[in-house]
């Protein structure tokens, strides 16, 4: 069975960091692109990141640029992000996606979310 379950998110004050993972099983983790999307209260759901199958490349929107670092381990069939310098706009919950084509088609497969809150 296909499972992708991410964790690391809470509760943290602006200028904080928080490490999200993404842990997958069912399917050889390699072999997928994997990215993190996230949805804030009353918004859409929104690309934050994204890293290839093949040679490990990424991609960031631009929000995030310079304070996310996206990465994966395929030994441990994880999938990490890094964040830094969050701030209040970074509120929301997170989820992960594999597919191995980019972007996701609708049938991919998601996680259920970790909430991230950044407040004082």
């Known amino acids: 069975q296909v499972q992708l379950v991410e964790s690391g998110g809470g509760l943290v004050q602006p200028g904080g960091s928080l490490r999200l993972s993404c842990a997958v099983s069912?399917?050889?983790?390699?072999?997928?692109?994997i990215g993190w999307f996230c949805r804030a209260p009353g918004k859409g759901r929104e690309g934050v990141s994204f890293?290839?199958?093949?040679?490990?490349?990424?991609e960031y929107a631009d929000s995030v640029k310079g304070r996310f670092t996206i990465s994966r381990d395929n030994a441990k069939n994880t999938v990490y992000l890094e964040m830094d310098s969050l701030n209040p706009d970074d509120t929301a919950v997170y989820y992960c996606?594999?597919?191995?084509?980019?972007?996701?088609?609708?049938?991919?497969?998601w996680g259920q979310g970790t909430q991230v809150t950044v407040s004082a």
């Open positions: 890293i290839s199958s093949a040679d490990g490349s990424t």
């Open positions: 069912g399917f050889t983790l390699e072999y997928y692109a």
């Open positions: 996606v594999a597919d191995t084509i980019w972007p996701p088609r609708t049938d991919a497969h």
